[in-house]
């Protein structure tokens, strides 16, 4: 048997055969593995064989859109993954008919907004002074909003709508933006 190493959300031993020992079934049973991950981890297990640099990747995370996953992979990772002949994200396209973004994960909030939006290009990032909605005594009455402002030429560009991109960088900055098209 060939090792497997590359950290996916089932375990080695389920990866290579397709079957789900106890561990991975709770999982499944309690939505902490969605079918998707299953998939992305056999096909993980195949590629691993024919690359085997891909054995030092962490798989963290997947959030699943109904149009595209994104796959959230530990800094640096993502050169084993995709690039010149490796085509790790491709195969997960073909299997999973989605889209698929592979991010490493980071602080860089700005690198992070512009790969979620992508292909469209964000031209640039404003912050608004916007009024606190029911503030309290003694808190902060006015609060910063991040605009992220995109060419209005990209707007069919767009990876998905407006509302799924919004709440993916809600979820992976923990910033609750506006978007613009100008
Ligand atoms: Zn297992």
Same mark, same amino acid.
């Given at each position: 048997m060939v090792l497997f190493n590359m950290k996916t959300a089932i375990c080695t031993f389920c990866a290579q055969t397709g079957m789900l020992c106890k561990d991975c079934q709770t999982k499944v049973n309690?939505?902490?593995v969605s079918p998707s991950d299953i998939e992305i981890s056999k096909i993980a297990a195949e590629f691993e064989k024919a690359h085997p640099h891909s054995s030092k990747v962490n798989i963290i995370k997947t959030i699943e859109q109904p149009t595209f996953i994104i796959l959230l992979v530990s800094p640096g990772d993502t050169r084993f993954l995709t690039g010149g002949s490796l085509d790790f994200d491709k195969q997960l396209e073909r299997? !999973?008919? =989605?889209? +698929? $973004?592979?991010?490493e994960k980071g602080k860089n909030k700005r690198k992070i907004i512009d790969e979620?939006?992508?292909?469209?290009?964000?031209?640039?990032?404003n912050t608004l002074f916007v009024p606190t909605r029911n503030a309290k005594p003694g808190q902060p009455s006015?609060?910063?909003e991040m605009v992220v402002v995109i060419s209005a030429d990209d707007e069919?560009?767009?990876?998905?709508?407006?509302?799924? !991109?919004? =709440?993916? +960088? $809600?979820?992976?900055?923990?910033?609750?933006?506006?978007?613009?098209f100008r």
């Amino acid at each position: 048997m060939v090792l497997f190493n590359m950290k996916t959300a089932i375990c080695t031993f389920c990866a290579q055969t397709g079957m789900l020992c106890k561990d991975c079934q709770t999982k499944v049973n309690n939505g902490e593995v969605s079918p998707s991950d299953i998939e992305i981890s056999k096909i993980a297990a195949e590629f691993e064989k024919a690359h085997p640099h891909s054995s030092k990747v962490n798989i963290i995370k997947t959030i699943e859109q109904p149009t595209f996953i994104i796959l959230l992979v530990s800094p640096g990772d993502t050169r084993f993954l995709t690039g010149g002949s490796l085509d790790f994200d491709k195969q997960l396209e073909r299997k !999973l008919n =989605k889209s +698929v $973004k592979i991010m490493e994960k980071g602080k860089n909030k700005r690198k992070i907004i512009d790969e979620i939006f992508a292909p469209a290009v964000i031209t640039g990032i404003n912050t608004l002074f916007v009024p606190t909605r029911n503030a309290k005594p003694g808190q902060p009455s006015i609060e910063e909003e991040m605009v992220v402002v995109i060419s209005a030429d990209d707007e069919e560009n767009l990876p998905s709508t407006l509302k799924e !991109l919004k =709440k993916l +960088v $809600k979820l992976l900055t923990g910033e609750e933006i506006r978007t613009e098209f100008r």
